[in-house]
Structures are given as structure tokens and as C-alpha cells.
């Protein structure tokens, strides 16, 4: 009842409709002239826009035709908003199949989507803002290696933020952030800095919060990348001003991990062992991260008996946990590494070498960056 009660724009096209079942020309024009007014005034222009234009134009039409027949100029007019709704609902789903193909292997029939993409890039609907934000977001995920796309979605997501609902942006966030992951994962670290830029946007507008509430991925993800791009008092500020948006039964041991990350930056290695031994981490993935980040803590510091038992215990954890998935062999492969790392005689630079190649070829290790410092510095 909240939602249906707090659209007033349906509720009066409600109205302007019954006057004209009524045939009460003079009291429709009136309520006619005041949605239209209402509807140019207001910011958006997604496809919800349209559609209310086509059916006010709709509405209009059914009221003049009787009186000029001859006018076909609202048809006109309707048939423009409906097109324009149509494709912007049309593209959002085409980019929301595209996400999906990008993770989930998918045979699903593309020529509809084709003949969606080029309706759209027809006239003049690529240029209106509800049609061309999805334009660019197909081609970013379609295309996804030209970064010129995703440049381009990205600039019309920050500059026309405003023409979009929150449930919409917060959905379009995501997919631009994801397409950053992707880019990562591929090795292209340019995208931390493109991530944090979508992250901080997000935040300051409030756009990837929900109800208010900020998921504990995603106060992980904007750490990671203010970290790697070196903004460090961003992320001191971040870890601070959104604490209290985390899910109450996370929140310190989510806290208390992503300081001992700051900490871990700033070489300050004592307060992340105090810090992460405070915590009590109940996810197995983010049980798994802190145990990573004590694993860097314990070489940096020359604490090689902690270090092999940190090791034995990473084992024993991943090999009880058999929900983890491909994670499994990730923390394998650290643990193995880390391990090869110990065994490492001093100054042999062809062990060393041989080990550096190892682990540059390795498809599954996420620490893979750590290691090969390691061993340049070895």
C-alpha cells in the first residue's frame, strides 16, 4: 500500500482518465496540464519517463481525437515514448544477459538482442539518456577488451547520474564495477584506479548502498582498491565513516580485518597482529584472508616457526572446508608457495629464479604479487 500510495503521478493519471470516461474535457485538461508540467520539471529520463509520456500523450490523444480527427500529432508523440521506453527496459535486459554470459557459459539465441542494438542506434534514440547509458553498457560488456566503451559508460553513468532512480544507478554501479574485477582478473591493474573512481561516485551519492546498509563485498572491494593505488587516508577515512553501514553481525571482525589491511601497508606490523587476533572471523573466505594477511605479517617479520604453524593450520582449515570451491585450490597454491619460499636456500639465485617462474606462470594464486617480491628481494 506504501508503494502504490506513494506514486502520485499514477494515481492522478487515474484521474485525468476517469474525466475523460466522463467526458469532462475542461477538469482532464487541467490535470492533463499538470502532470505534463510535473513530468518536465523532475530529473529523470529513464524508461519509466517515457512511459508515463506515452501514456499521458495516450491519454491526450483518446480526448482531441473526437474533436479534430485530422490531428495525429499525439499518436506521434506516443509512438516516440513507447519506442524509447521499450528499448531502454529492452537494453537493460540485453546488458543483464551480457553480465551473466560473461561469468556463466550460455547458448542463448543473440539475434533479438542484435536487432534490439541496432533499433537503438537509430534516430535519435542513442542520444537520449535512457537508451544511450545501456548503449554503452552493452558495448562495454560485449566489447570488452576496448576500454574506450567502458570510458564512455562510465562518464555518462557519473555526468547523468541524476536522470536515473537509486535502484537503477545501484544496479548500473555494480555492472561497471564488475567489468573492473573482470579487468583485473585479467591482469590490468589501470582498473583499480577506474574501480576507485565508480567506489568513491557511489558512495558520496549513495548509490551502492541499500537501504542504507553497505554489503561487507563491497566495504572489502573499495578497500583493496584504495589501497593499491596508494590512497591511504581515503581508506582510513572509508574504514571510519562506514563502519556503522555494515550488517551489525560482520562489523567489527569486517572493521577490525580492513584496518589491519591499512595497518599492513603502512609496515605497521604490530597493530595488525593485534588486530587480527582481536577478531573473530566466522566466514570461511574472510577466516581465510586474515589468516593470508598473518601468513605476509610473519614473513616480513622473520617469524618462520609462527609461519609454518600459521601454514599447517591454513591446510588443515581449507582441506575440512569443502564449501570453499575453486578458493580451495587459491589457498593451496599459498600455502605450497609460501612453503617453497621457507625451503629456499639462501643465495641460491637459480632456485630462486626457477621458483619466480613458477609462480608467474600460476593461474590460481591471488597473492601472486607478494611472492614475486619475496623473491626479487631474496
Partial sequence: MKELLSDDFSARLQLAAAYRKRKMPVAFERVRKTLGKALDEQPLRNASYHERRYLLDWEAHQVAYPQNPTDVSLLHRASQSADAAFLAKKLQIVCLLAAHQSVYTSDAEQNWEEETVERAEQGEFATLPAVAIYLYCYRMLRHSTDGIHFQRFKS???????????????????????????????????????????????????????????????????????????????????????????????????????????????????????????????????????????????????????????????????????????????????????????????????????????????????????????????
Wanted: with cysteine.
Fill in 156 to 378: 555518462l553513468l557519473i555526468t547523468e547520474g541524476q536522470r536515473f532512480s537509486p535502484e537503477e544507478l545501484h544496479g548500473l554501479f555494480i555492472l561497471a564495477v564488475n567489468y573492473c574485477v573482470r579487468r583485473l582478473n585479467a591482469g590490468d591493474v589501470a582498473y583499480y584506479r577506474e574501480a576507485l573512481d565508480l567506489y568513491k561516485e557511489g558512495l558520496t551519492k549513495g548509490y551502492l548502498l541499500e537501504d542504507g546498509a553497505l554489503s561487507r563485498f563491497t566495504y572489502h572491494n573499495v578497500v583493496a582498491a584504495g589501497l593499491h593505488v596508494g590512497d591511504r587516508e581515503w581508506v582510513r577515512y572509508f574504514i571510519h565513516e562506514y563502519r556503522n553501514r555494515l550488517d551489525r553481525r560482520y562489523r567489527e571482525s569486517v572493521f577490525s580485518f580492513n584496518l589491519a589491511r591499512l595497518a599492513y601497508a603502512e609496515r605497521n606490523h604490530g597493530q595488525v597482529l593485534d588486530l587480527l587476533q582481536k577478531a573473530n572471523y566466522r566466514d570461511p573466505l574472510h577466516n581465510l584472508a586474515a589468516k593470508t594477511l598473518l601468513l605476509k605479517t610473519y614473513f616480513d617479520l622473520n617469524e618462520f616457526d609462527s609461519l609454518q604453524s600459521l601454514l599447517d593450520a591454513i591446510r588443515n582449515y581449507v582441506q575440512r572446508k569443502r564449501v570453499l570451491g575453486y578458493h580451495r585450490t587459491n589457498y593451496l597454491n599459498i600455502v605450497r608457495y609460501a612453503e617453497k619460499l621457507l625451503r629456499l636456500p639462501p643465495g641460491d639465485r637459480a632456485a630462486a629464479a626457477s621458483l619466480r617462474e613458477a609462480v608467474d606462470k600460476e593461474e590460481v594464486l591471488t597473492e601472486k604479487a607478494f611472492f614475486l617480491k619475496a623473491l626479487s628481494e631474496s
